[in-house]
């Protein structure tokens, strides 16, 4: 483990953390977020970021790398609790990992809570990977990715595909995602303190705000209940000391359940989502090695879904 590692643990629990439990506001939350991407992270060189509009008028955001050498297509769903965050938060660290893999990155904008409920952010990115297909991206091209809340979406968006027998993806990845809504998982209370990032309380405001009166089994939400019988290859990593860590615990065995192909990493103390902090961390910029090679070395599919 790297020595900035720590180091950073602690500035996160001492500041960021509770920066979070500070700010009860959803606005205060977006625009904490947003000022740490604009001053903290940074994409590699060369690297274009641009707004764009997809068929049938799906705003996304596009990343491209100085040197596009791969016909894959990633396909990323930000996170932020499904109330903050957005493209920009986590377009410098797309940005990195479009560079490794040599190629475009597509980021969906899909509606924030608590001004929309689920399933508004659902509906949205299903209607966004339709529009990328609509323009003209084969499915079997496009490798489907997100972190913590976006890695949920990601996976109910997997979910949805198989159970309405759409075009799907390459394959899916996940950093630390949220899949469990009935947080059943002893991570939750057992790394409260040790998390550096997620305040516990915090995340349960954030999910009351978007749920509602929703029924927290549904599939798109706790994709644990879903059956991923015939999924494409998935990669998934967590942090040990992560209140999420359960979550992509209880995943990757639902998943091998299902038969499917999982690459599953399990760091120690390292926060979370830690690749978003390449700049700064190493860690960071393995992860994002390991990943880049996962995605380059998934098979082409004979034909689409």
Known sequence: MS????ALNTYLRLVEKRKMRRAKMPQKLRQN??????????????TKIEKAMLPGGVDVLTVTPKHVTSDIVIFYIHGGGFVFGSPETHAAMLGQLAARVGARVVMPRYRLAPEFKFPAAVDDVEAAYG??????????????????????????????????????????FGFSPFVDFTRQGASFVENAEREAVLAPERAVDLLEMYLADADRSDARLSTLNADFGGAAPVWLCVGDTEILRDDSRALCQHLKSCDVDVTFHEEHDLPHVWPIFHNILPEGRQTLDDLAGWITALPTPVSES
């Open 33 to 46: 977020l947003e000022l740490s991407a604009r001053l903290l992270f940074h994409a590699p060189r060369g």
């Open 3 to 6: 020595l900035i590692r720590p």
């Open 131 to 172: 529009a990328l297909i609509a323009s003209g991206v084969a499915a079997q091209n496009i490798v489907v990715g997100g972190d913590s809340a976006g890695g949920g979406l990601a996976f109910g968006l997997l979910s949805e595909i198989l159970t309405k027998k759409l075009p799907a993806p390459r394959g899916v």
